[in-house]
């Protein structure tokens, strides 16, 4: 089975501009959820996507977006790209909400760049 | 505000002996802990986790410690090796929802 996958593995971007980032899922899951990781912040979670509809949101400011398709597939947006948006972000799938998180798989992550 | 820290950025260990990875939380809502292993250009692996009914979990090499009167856990490895080395991430789940709360990470060498 195909694990969680992210595209791009990597950005540079400038500020100002806006970024989208594109997680698949494993195969059957249905829940995704998103996380930033930066050096002091640890992971920080963004959030959470079920059939199609937000379940769950971090303490991130609205420039912060996501979206999810009906094949599961999620997207983040990020517009207005600040130097501090400059992390690896997370996807993360789970067969359904309130599933353990033992369940949960991790993609690889993409890292951006902010410049 | 941190309701999770791992107050230790960096461990080093020699090989063949006990790694000890520290996590203390703030939240007294947090029911569910887990321990997460990260490896460079990967995403985080689930290890081990604990109930907060419980106060030790263990699996082969790895013991999870939870002492919830002083809200602290702790990651037991014996012994370590030279594939430990990574970064090891405590999180907790807030009683209710599903978010789980991750702490900053601790970056552990296993010195051969």
């Known amino acids: 089975k195909a694990g969680v996958t992210q595209t791009p593995r990597y950005l540079i971007k400038t500020r100002g501009q806006q970024v989208t980032l594109s997680c698949s899922p494993i195969s059957g899951h249905r829940s995704v959820s998103w996380y930033q990781q930066t050096p002091g912040q640890g992971l920080q979670f963004l959030f959470e996507?079920?059939?199609?509809?937000?379940?769950n949101k971090g303490n991130f400011p609205g420039r912060f977006s996501g979206r999810q398709f009906s094949n599961s597939r999620s997207e983040m947006n990020v517009s207005t790209l600040e130097l501090g948006d400059s992390a690896l972000y997370l996807c993360a799938s789970s067969p359904q909400p309130g599933s353990l998180q033992e369940t949960q798989y991790f993609g690889p992550g993409t890292r951006l760049l902010v410049l | 505000d941190q309701q999770v820290k791992q107050n230790s950025p960096s461990l080093s260990v020699q090989e063949g002996r006990i790694s000890i990875l520290n996590c203390d939380y703030t939240n007294s809502m947090f029911d569910y802990f887990l321990w997460y292993k990260k490896y460079p250009a990967e995403g985080p692996t689930f290890l081990i986790s604990?109930?907060?009914?419980?106060d030790k979990n263990e699996d082969g090499r790895f013991t999870v410690f939870l002492n919830k009167s002083a809200k602290h856990l702790s990651l037991h490895i014996v012994p370590s090796q030279p594939g430990d080395s990574a970064v090891y991430f405590c999180a907790a789940r807030d009683f209710g929802n599903e978010k789980l709360t991750f702490g900053t990470g601790t970056r552990l060498t296993i010195i051969p």
């Open positions: 996507y079920f059939s199609e509809t937000q379940r």
């Open positions: 604990i109930s907060s009914i419980k």
